[in-house]
C-alpha cells in the first residue's frame, strides 16, 4: 500500500479518515464528516490522532484519492517533520542554560555534535512541556524572524523550557503498565521534539524522551 498525504482510507477500528502527514515510524490522520471535509477543520488546537505506519497499513482499505487543500496545508504544514534531534546519550537538565556556548559544552559533554542537530523551517512553533509522567504541561510559543530555527538555537529553548519539569532524581519519563509479575513502570530516556498537532493554527510539537509517546506505549523492552 503506498500512503499519499490527502488520501481518504477507511480503518478496520473506525471512521473513513484522510491522512495528514505520516514517516517511516507514524501516521497523523482525522476523521471526515459526510462531505469529506475535517472533523476538526474549525478548531483552532488540535493534537492529531495517529498509529503506527505499519499498522494502519495492514488495517485500512483506500476509498479515494484526495489531497489536503491549500488552506488545510498552510495551517497543518505536513512539510514539516514530525520527530527531530532525538538523542538517547542523555536528559533534559533541571537548570536553565545561560547561553547557547553553554548548551554547546552540555552537548559535546555528551557526545552529541551540535552542527547535528536539525533545523525547523517555520517562523512559528508552540511547544509543549512534558511531565515525567508522560503528560503534557503548559504550552510556550516559540518565534523567529527569518523564517527558521536552527537546530541549535530550537533546543536550547526546549531545554529552557523543559527544565522546570525535570526531576534530578528520576532522569527518564515514565508510564505505568504491567507485566507478568503485575504492576510495572516503562521508562525512556534521552529528549527529543515530536509532533503534536496545532494549537492557535499553530504547529505544535512536545518535548519528549529518545521515541514518541507512541512508540513508549508499544515498547515492552523499557518495562522494568
Known sequence: MK????DIYKPNWGAKCKILMFDERDIFYETLNETNELEFGKRRTVVYTRTTTDFF????TFLLKSDLTKKEETIHRPDLPLRLNCFKETFWTTNKFENIEDFKSFLTKHGIDDTKLENLNTNKIVIYTHSQQ???KSSVLLENNVGFFSGLVLMFNCFNIQHQYVNPNKLYFSLLGRNSKGRAEKQLTGFGLYRAGIKGKIPSYYLGGHMSLLELGIEQSLMV
Open 57 to 60: 497499513k495492514s488495517n485500512s
Open 3 to 6: 500512503l499519499k498525504i490527502g
Open 134 to 136: 508522560s503528560a503534557f
